[in-house]
């Protein structure tokens, strides 16, 4: 069931009770379930074949399979990327729908989210230098820690700092800081990219949305990041936001309470 209450007000807009209305949700419930399921199925029944096709272009990029012209090489490059992305497509929605159908929910730990954004840091700075950008970590004494899934973490600050690094021209920077704020842990992830025009920044955080604009347009993407990372963080009782302006940057806010248990 799902219960709302409001107060009822007199004539003389005094509270003169309460009206409480329960809402039978199973069939919503069930829904939810078979949607998931679905998911999961299709995505493993997708993922074996797409496997095997990536291990067949590998036997005959590596040359195992005999002679190739580099005409040959080059569409099989290509055919290697797109399957690839693919696979990145269905390794996402797998993902989200595991966090929403809640089956993760109990895999938790306290979590040190300093450990996890240094090491964070290390795996992305190659990528960052490739386009010339630095990496700024700026970490609180003290952080407490959280009761989570390690892995969703990681996922959660890999989305971001990939995203930072991927929207933004050469040349920019990213800030990352973790510190606490009204009994909570709060991590942001700014940089000095492209940006997401006002009208993009409530939609950003549904499936498959994507910002078309002329400097992002080529970049490539699935739309599921912000979904799983809004669903992760959603399941651990905390908020995140956003702030942007296009040519000056983006920033995310996440708020993490971490006496919940
Ligand atoms: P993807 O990056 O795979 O497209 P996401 O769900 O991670 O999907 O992001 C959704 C969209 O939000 C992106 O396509 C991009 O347009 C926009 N976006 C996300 N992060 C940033 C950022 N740091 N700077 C600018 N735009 C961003």
């Known amino acids: 069931f799902s219960v709302r209450c409001s107060p009822f007000r ?14 039978d949700i199973t069939a919503v419930k069930k829904m939810d379930q078979m949607k998931s399921d679905f998911v999961s199925m299709v995505s493993h029944e997708i993922r074996s074949p797409i496997n095997s096709l990536l291990m067949q272009l ?9 002679e190739t012209t580099p005409k ?32 993760v929910a109990h895999e938790k ?5 300093a450990g996890l954004l240094s090491e964070q840091k290390i795996f992305h700075t190659p990528y960052a230098q490739k386009k010339q950008m630095e990496i700024e970590l700026t970490i609180e004494n003290n952080l407490p820690k ?3 899934n390690p892995r969703h973490m990681d996922e959660v600050l890999s989305n971001l700092i990939t995203n930072a690094i991927k929207y933004s021209p050469e040349g ?3 800030r990352i800081s973790a510190g606490v704020k009204s009994e909570c842990l709060s991590i942001e992830v700014a940089d000095s990219g492209f940006g997401i025009p ?4 409530d939609k950003i955080f549904s499936r498959f949305y994507r910002v ?5 347009r080529t970049i490539h993407g699935t739309g599921l990041g912000l979904a799983i990372v809004k669903s992760i963080i959603d399941s651990l009782h905390g908020s995140i936001t956003v702030k942007s302006a296009p040519g000056e940057g983006t920033e995310f806010s996440i708020l993490l309470p971490y006496n919940v248990h």
């Open 10 to 23: 007199g004539r003389t807009d005094h509270n003169i009770g309460t009206i409480t209305v329960l809402h």
């Open 58 to 66: 590998k036997i005959i990029l590596d040359g195992l399979a005999g």
């Open 72 to 103: 040959q090489r080059e569409i099989l490059e290509r055919a290697t990327d797109k399957m690839l992305n693919l696979n990145n497509l269905v390794t996402e929605l797998l993902d989200l729908s595991r966090i929403e159908s809640g089956l």
């Open 109 to 113: 730990e306290l979590v040190d989210i």
């Open 146 to 148: 959280i009761l989570a």
């Open 172 to 174: 920019g920077s990213i």
């Open 198 to 201: 006002e009208e993009d920044l």
């Open 212 to 216: 078309k604009d002329s400097n992002t």
